[in-house]
């Protein structure tokens, strides 16, 4: 992947900027995210990103610093679409696990986050484990406010629900991103009745 720095000086907004700060972010990610699904991570720069999405490269500079910035924003704005696409917040702990799991399936059924996990997993490791970044943040607080929620129904034991999300972010984190070596020796559905098996337990009062 080419990271480039921002060029210098001023520059006076570009007419690709004015259809709205919104929509020349959506058109950037959604390019970044088909050159990344198509080519790797290593097509990815801020020449191609600006070009597949028809703006210029001062456009993407406005917004991130280099490729490696892009591709983060992309990797959070895919996480919080498989958020949304798991519906809406959890009331109690089987619905909490139930989620989690379908989270794992949508994860894996995404073009972008498949493609990067067949041929890329390293990308994973950098902005996975070696810190924790806007993408973990943002199912942290997903899986945070489901598990307050549950606490309040009684179905989760009382603690403290950002530390219990970091718990269970692990350990689906790990079947996840462990889907396709540990599905030579246990079956998808296994894996999956298993992972459930074990954020319940984790859970449970």
């Given at each position: 992947?080419?990271?480039?720095?921002?060029?210098?000086?001023?520059?006076?907004?570009?007419?690709?900027?004015?259809?709205?700060?919104?929509?020349?972010?959506?058109?950037?990610?959604?390019?970044?995210?088909?050159?990344?699904?198509?080519?790797?991570?290593?097509?990815?720069?801020?020449?191609?990103?600006?070009?597949?999405?028809?703006?210029?490269?001062?456009?993407?500079?406005?917004r991130w610093e280099s490729a490696d910035d892009v591709l983060?924003?992309?990797?959070?704005?895919?996480?919080?679409?498989?958020?949304?696409?798991?519906?809406?917040r959890a009331a109690d702990r089987a619905a909490i696990v139930?989620?989690?799991?379908?989270?794992?399936?949508?994860?894996?059924?995404?073009?972008?986050?498949?493609?990067?996990?067949?041929?890329?997993?390293?990308?994973?490791?950098?902005?996975?484990?070696?810190?924790?970044?806007?993408?973990?943040?943002?199912?942290?607080?997903?899986?945070?406010?489901?598990?307050?929620?549950?606490?309040?129904?009684?179905?989760?034991?009382?603690?403290?629900?950002?530390?219990?999300?970091?718990?269970?972010?692990?350990?689906?984190?790990?079947?996840?991103?462990?889907?396709?070596?540990?599905?030579?020796?246990?079956?998808?559905?296994?894996?999956?009745?298993?992972?459930?098996?074990?954020?319940?337990?984790?859970?449970?009062?």
């Amino acid at each position: 992947m080419t990271i480039r720095n921002a060029p210098s000086g001023t520059h006076s907004p570009p007419p690709d900027d004015q259809d709205g700060a919104d929509h020349i972010e959506q058109r950037l990610l959604a390019a970044a995210a088909e050159i990344v699904a198509t080519r790797g991570t290593r097509g990815l720069s801020v020449t191609e990103a600006a070009r597949a999405a028809g703006v210029s490269r001062p456009t993407v500079y406005r917004r991130w610093e280099s490729a490696d910035d892009v591709l983060r924003a992309l990797i959070a704005h895919r996480m919080q679409q498989v958020i949304t696409a798991v519906g809406p917040r959890a009331a109690d702990r089987a619905a909490i696990v139930d989620k989690v799991v379908r989270f794992g399936d949508l994860f894996h059924a995404d073009r972008l986050f498949g493609r990067l996990l067949d041929t890329e997993p390293e990308v994973f490791t950098r902005y996975a484990f070696q810190r924790i970044g806007r993408s973990q943040r943002v199912v942290l607080e997903w899986l945070a406010a489901n598990i307050t929620a549950a606490q309040q129904g009684g179905t989760v034991r009382a603690g403290s629900a950002t530390d219990m999300a970091v718990m269970v972010l692990l350990v689906s984190q790990s079947a996840v991103l462990s889907h396709k070596t540990v599905t030579t020796v246990i079956e998808v559905g296994a894996l999956r009745t298993e992972l459930a098996h074990a954020l319940d337990g984790y859970l449970r009062p």
